[in-house]
């Protein structure tokens, strides 16, 4: 896996590698509790727990784990989000892919069109075959996102998290890469 972040440009967006200057702008939405609530984190309370967030998305990449892009609009570049993988197991040629979004850019198919490019960029450039989603079952908007981009509901994986003091029900959403082709 690549050691460092490519850029992935769509028709409005960029994203880009997240660096500490992003601080300030991630920190707007990771310390809302609506963004932040079925993400398994606490809301931020400081702009240092942001800091901290962003070390992760380097060191996922470090260590060829993962890899989180900030999504950006091209007329602002301000980061308003980020998706990415994490969990990759090149030897089987799978990944979790995970994303969060400003509450303010919500409903606008921002979501959608990030993770669609990286859905794409993820079978063609890193060969995956499947991708997996984990969504917790009260996150109605991220399974309806996740199954208009062509995932499949797998199942119900029963306690298969503990975070923030409590066990989290997951369901297991999946696209394999010859979903894209039919």
């Not at 919500?106 to 989603?133: D, P, T, V």
Request: with cysteine; net charge negative; aromatic share 10%.
């Amino acid at each position: 896996m690549d050691k460092q972040n490519p850029i992935i440009e769509t028709k409005r967006l960029i994203l880009r590698e997240v660096t500490f200057e992003d601080a300030l702008d991630m920190y707007h939405y990771l310390s809302d509790e609506e963004v932040v609530k079925h993400m398994g984190l606490a809301p931020a309370q400081n702009v240092e727990d942001v800091l901290d967030e962003i070390e992760w998305y380097h060191s996922i990449i470090t260590e060829g784990t993962g890899i989180r892009w900030g999504i950006t609009l091209k007329d602002s570049g301000k980061v308003i989000g980020s998706c990415g993988y994490l969990n990759m197991q090149h030897k089987h040629y799978r990944a979790e892919v995970g994303f969060e979004l400003s509450k303010g850019c919500w409903g606008k198919s921002i979501a959608s069109e990030a993770l669609g490019a990286i859905i794409r960029y993820g079978f063609n450039h890193y060969q995956l075959e499947r991708i997996e989603a984990l969504i917790e079952p009260g996150n109605i908007h991220s399974q309806r996102l996740v199954s208009k981009l062509g995932f499949t509901k797998e199942g119900l994986l029963r306690h298969y998290e503990y975070t923030l003091g409590k066990f989290d029900d997951l369901y297991m959403y999946s696209i394999i890469k010859s979903d894209l082709i039919k």
